[in-house]
């Protein structure tokens, strides 16, 4: 139930947070909570955001589903959710949103989301706009990964980041072949189980020739991994390549 209190914080907050121009919502770090979220939207506000910050706010699947069921943000482009605890059973409802068409960015790091709910969102046909999509730090695994590599609404990305999210060489073999993720010019595969057979399929990528940033850091790939790679005609357009 949202009291009267609880809205007349929440506008406080909104005042202290909003932007000038009305189109940035920063609630990075505020930890509003779910009752926080189901205020929000609970307001006798009209919101032009496009930018909405919800970062580290405790928030789990009932203030996820509060979010996604609301009519409140229909000029969304940018959603940070990173640092919270939306689950798999939070994030499924993310489809639904009237929102997901305008989506340019979508920052899902650090939310207990695993197979099913990654799969959710790969499988979802709303995202054709999506330029950046950050799964870092959800243990999603290689199937979503094998299914985003061949799922046409993700055609426009440009940043892809799967830092520490259980990707192996059986994910990796198919990004490598991926003709969707052709724009991709940032991609990070940080801590992951990674070896030189997953270098070598990168090495050999007919598709993913736009790369200028490769993080592979923490991996197994060794110094013959490193040396495919640098020597590989696909990533002439490399600029940044980490590695350890």
């Keep these: 139930m949202v009291t009267t209190t609880k809205l007349e914080y929440i506008n406080r907050v909104i005042d202290e947070c909003l932007s000038e121009d009305g189109e940035a919502l920063e609630l990075n770090g505020k930890f509003i909570g779910d009752e926080g979220v189901e205020a929000l939207v609970s307001t006798n506000r009209d919101f032009n955001v496009e930018n909405l910050d919800l970062s580290r706010?405790?928030?789990?699947?009932?203030?996820?589903?509060?979010?996604?069921?609301?009519?409140?943000?229909?000029?969304?482009?940018?959603?940070?959710?990173?640092?919270?605890?939306?689950?798999?059973?939070?994030?499924?409802?993310?489809?639904?949103?009237?929102?997901?068409?305008?989506?340019?960015?979508?920052?899902?790091?650090?939310?207990?989301?695993?197979?099913?709910?990654?799969?959710?969102?790969?499988?979802?046909?709303?995202?054709?706009?999506?330029?950046?999509?950050?799964f870092q730090e959800n243990a999603i695994g290689d199937e979503p990964v094998i299914s985003l590599a061949k799922a046409s609404a993700f055609a426009n990305l440009r940043k892809l980041n799967l830092y520490r999210t259980d990707l192996s060489v059986k994910g990796v073999k198919i990004l490598a072949k991926s003709k969707v993720l052709q724009r991709v010019k940032h991609l990070n595969l940080a801590r992951n189980y990674l070896n030189l057979d997953s270098a070598q399929y990168l090495a050999k990528t007919k598709t993913l020739v736009n790369i200028e940033t490769l993080l592979m850091f923490d991996t197994g790939i060794g110094d013959a991994g490193v040396k495919v790679i640098m020597e590989s005609e696909a990533f002439q357009n490399l600029k940044t390549f980490r590695v350890t």
């Design 57 to 134: 706010n405790k928030l789990t699947w009932r203030g996820a589903h509060h979010l996604f069921q609301s009519q409140k943000f229909n000029n969304l482009k940018r959603l940070y959710l990173g640092d919270n605890n939306v689950s798999d059973k939070g994030i499924k409802a993310l489809v639904d949103a009237n929102f997901t068409k305008n989506l340019s960015l979508l920052d899902l790091r650090y939310n207990n989301i695993g197979p099913d709910g990654a799969m959710t969102i790969v499988d979802c046909k709303n995202f054709r706009k999506l330029q950046v999509l950050i």
